[in-house]
């Protein structure tokens, strides 16, 4: 991190104690070092900005753990363990009632996933705020799982629930969902949690990089995500849009037609694990997933050309999606 002096006491204050890597240094330096230990290094960044990415108002605790926990599910998707990251912080101001929670929050979620803070560096802004953090991770050499190997026959699987993100956000801003569930705080409070505090599936990196032949994290939508899976391998894909795994909420947000399944379909900030998987690897997968206290769920098949992917209703109709993906611009 950058030397200052009032930058140096926020450093020492809030982000030293996080830095338990001792190629982090202290924090003392304007670099650290991670030792690779033979591994390849999967190296991942995003940043999460205020008003883009989570709201004015959402607490600093929750903001600390999506902005780390975004940057694991791309390692998680890559089948690969995370080794530790690097911060860069845009404030407005330093408020020990905004960085005490947020460091706070940032080391617990250091330390449930073994990924400590390495560097980084502090800045002041007048506009909104950001978060920028970039993350390493290990993998074997040559075992990273990118998006390229999807080949017709495999099956396509994800992790958790989808769309539930998406509903948090539309309740956090007053949306259908906010006035449906006007009665129901759990599930309000269930699918704001998953809006701002972000699942990610680490616990399954090694059986992603195992028997995964693509994968990537669900963070703008299922629909345009994998619309983008399949573009980098060359093929194409039926999703039958009944497996797609939904929460009870969202389940009974589309059954009250309050919101349509393409809001759910092309909803971002699931940070889900799309895969594709061989046909005779996919219930391995599957019971992993079970093991590890995980839902995985088998949604479609790849198949052979470069059309874009159909999303079949109960009955085999094609769905004609007006929108993949949640856009950032």
Same mark, same amino acid.
């Given at each position: 991190m950058t030397q200052g002096s009032a930058e140096d006491s926020l450093i020492a204050r809030y982000f030293k104690p996080l830095a338990t890597d001792p190629g982090a240094l202290g924090l003392v330096d304007d670099a650290a070092v991670l030792s690779s230990s033979g591994d390849d290094i999967v190296v991942t960044t995003d940043a999460i900005v205020e008003g883009v990415h989570y709201l004015a108002?959402?607490?600093?605790?929750?903001?600390?753990?999506?902005?780390l926990r975004v940057n694991l599910s791309d390692l998680a998707a890559k089948g690969a363990a995370p080794a530790g990251f690097v911060l860069?912080?845009?404030?407005?101001?330093?408020?020990?009632?905004?960085?005490?929670p947020f460091a706070d929050a940032l080391g617990e979620d250091t330390r449930t996933f073994a990924c400590p803070l390495l560097g980084g560096d502090t800045v002041s802004t007048p506009g909104p705020q950001m978060i920028s953090i970039t993350a390493f991770g290990r993998v074997p050499n040559g075992r990273m799982v990118g998006r390229t190997g999807a080949k017709p026959g495999d099956r396509i699987l994800v992790t958790g629930t989808i769309g539930d993100a998406a509903l948090g956000l539309d309740v956090l801003t007053g949306g259908a969902a906010a006035a449906a569930l006007a009665s129901d705080p759990a599930a309000r409070e269930a699918l704001v949690s998953r809006y701002r505090v972000p699942q990610p599936r680490n616990v399954l990196a090694q059986a992603v990089r195992e028997h995964a032949s693509a994968a990537m994290d669900v963070s703008d939508g299922l629909a345009g995500d994998l619309t983008k899976l399949? *573009? /980098?391998?060359?093929?194409?894909?039926?999703?039958? %849009?009944?497996? @797609?795994?939904?929460? *009870? /909420?969202?389940?009974?947000?589309?059954?009250?037609? %309050?919101?349509? @399944?393409e809001t759910l379909l092309a909803g971002g900030d699931d940070y889900e694990v799309l895969c594709t998987v061989p046909p005779a690897h996919s219930d391995a997968l599957i019971a992993a997933g079970r093991a590890a206290g995980v839902v995985v769920t088998a949604i479609g098949t790849i198949v052979a050309g470069d059309e874009r992917p159909r999303f079949l209703d109960g009955h085999g109709q094609e769905l004609a999606l007006t929108r993949l993906s949640y856009s950032h611009f």
């Amino acid at each position: 991190m950058t030397q200052g002096s009032a930058e140096d006491s926020l450093i020492a204050r809030y982000f030293k104690p996080l830095a338990t890597d001792p190629g982090a240094l202290g924090l003392v330096d304007d670099a650290a070092v991670l030792s690779s230990s033979g591994d390849d290094i999967v190296v991942t960044t995003d940043a999460i900005v205020e008003g883009v990415h989570y709201l004015a108002t959402d607490p600093p605790d929750t903001i600390a753990r999506k902005a780390l926990r975004v940057n694991l599910s791309d390692l998680a998707a890559k089948g690969a363990a995370p080794a530790g990251f690097v911060l860069t912080l845009a404030l407005r101001s330093k408020e020990d009632a905004w960085l005490r929670p947020f460091a706070d929050a940032l080391g617990e979620d250091t330390r449930t996933f073994a990924c400590p803070l390495l560097g980084g560096d502090t800045v002041s802004t007048p506009g909104p705020q950001m978060i920028s953090i970039t993350a390493f991770g290990r993998v074997p050499n040559g075992r990273m799982v990118g998006r390229t190997g999807a080949k017709p026959g495999d099956r396509i699987l994800v992790t958790g629930t989808i769309g539930d993100a998406a509903l948090g956000l539309d309740v956090l801003t007053g949306g259908a969902a906010a006035a449906a569930l006007a009665s129901d705080p759990a599930a309000r409070e269930a699918l704001v949690s998953r809006y701002r505090v972000p699942q990610p599936r680490n616990v399954l990196a090694q059986a992603v990089r195992e028997h995964a032949s693509a994968a990537m994290d669900v963070s703008d939508g299922l629909a345009g995500d994998l619309t983008k899976l399949c *573009a /980098a391998s060359g093929v194409s894909a039926t999703v039958e %849009v009944a497996n @797609v795994p939904l929460s *009870a /909420a969202a389940a009974g947000l589309i059954a009250r037609n %309050v919101v349509c @399944v393409e809001t759910l379909l092309a909803g971002g900030d699931d940070y889900e694990v799309l895969c594709t998987v061989p046909p005779a690897h996919s219930d391995a997968l599957i019971a992993a997933g079970r093991a590890a206290g995980v839902v995985v769920t088998a949604i479609g098949t790849i198949v052979a050309g470069d059309e874009r992917p159909r999303f079949l209703d109960g009955h085999g109709q094609e769905l004609a999606l007006t929108r993949l993906s949640y856009s950032h611009f």
